[in-house]
């Protein structure tokens, strides 16, 4: 069976009601998806945040007549954004999913596969992570640039705080490449949950990877290696927290920023923290200190 397939160009403030008024009209599905690579990294609970430019796309069956669609949906929602229309040849999306996502290598050891994938290597450091509402699969170059930082670092016998842990990645990551303990710390109990279910995954147990809700993590908490891939101005909030929970001489890794953002966030941290040079990638930095 095909389908037919309707993409509208909308934004934030309209996107919503744009999809309302397509399911009112018989849309089987609609979809609303970013347009602009503009990432969400940190949505709060309960949020449904939306791109600045958000693409809208509906399917309908196929026998229906898409100048019908758009004169119903002009009748409903009234004038529509850019549109175009497309028909969508059925394939076994299962499979076609899956071969979307193939094994990712981050630095020299650490691989990211998803569960039906082979490890691609006998010595590699394999972390086992399906895409999904995972929040985070490493595709992303801020995940990347993390990832990196992690597979080169000496990790032995290191407590390790992923704040804004999202699907766990990056604490299971440093688990596997060496850590001893990682705590996960995020305000979306989804994230919590994702965490912990990816760690059982890789058979990591609850006892080296322990997650908590923003307000339960205890005050007393240091840790050797502090991670927080979130946004530039969460980091710059969060400083006097992120390095509380930081050992002296330990090491901070702050992503999710844009490279023009680098300098406010450093001036969060100064004086207790120095600086590397910014790691960047596309528009995007990693930001790597050592707590004074």
Known sequence: MAWLQLR????????????????????????????????????????????????????????????????????????????????????????????????????????????WSESPAADAVTLRLDPGLAFGTGTHPTTALCLEWLDAQPLAGCTVLDYGCGSGILAIAALLLGAERAIGVDNDPQALIATRDNARRNSITDERLVTFAPDEVPADL??????????????QELAPRLLNHTASGGRLVLSGLLAEQVEAVMAAYRPACSFAAPALREEWARLDASRS
């Not at 050797?224 to 530039?232: F, G, K, P, S």
């Open 222 to 235: 240091v840790a050797d290696v502090t991670i927080a891939n979130i946004l530039a101005g969460p980091l």
């Open 8 to 115: 509208f160009d909308s934004d934030r403030h309209h996107a919503a009601a744009l999809e309302d008024a397509l399911l009112d009209i018989g849309a089987v599905s609609v979809t609303l998806q970013d347009q602009a690579d503009e990432p969400v990294l940190e949505p709060g609970v309960g949020e449904r945040p939306l791109w600045s430019q958000t693409q809208v796309v509906a399917l309908f069956e196929e026998s229906v007549d898409p100048l019908a669609v758009i004169a119903s949906l002009t009748a409903h929602y009234g004038e529509l954004p850019q549109w175009q229309v497309e028909r969508l040849e059925d394939q076994v999306w299962e499979r076609a999913w899956m071969d979307a996502f193939q094994p990712m290598q981050f630095g020299q050891r650490l691989w990211v596969c998803p569960s």
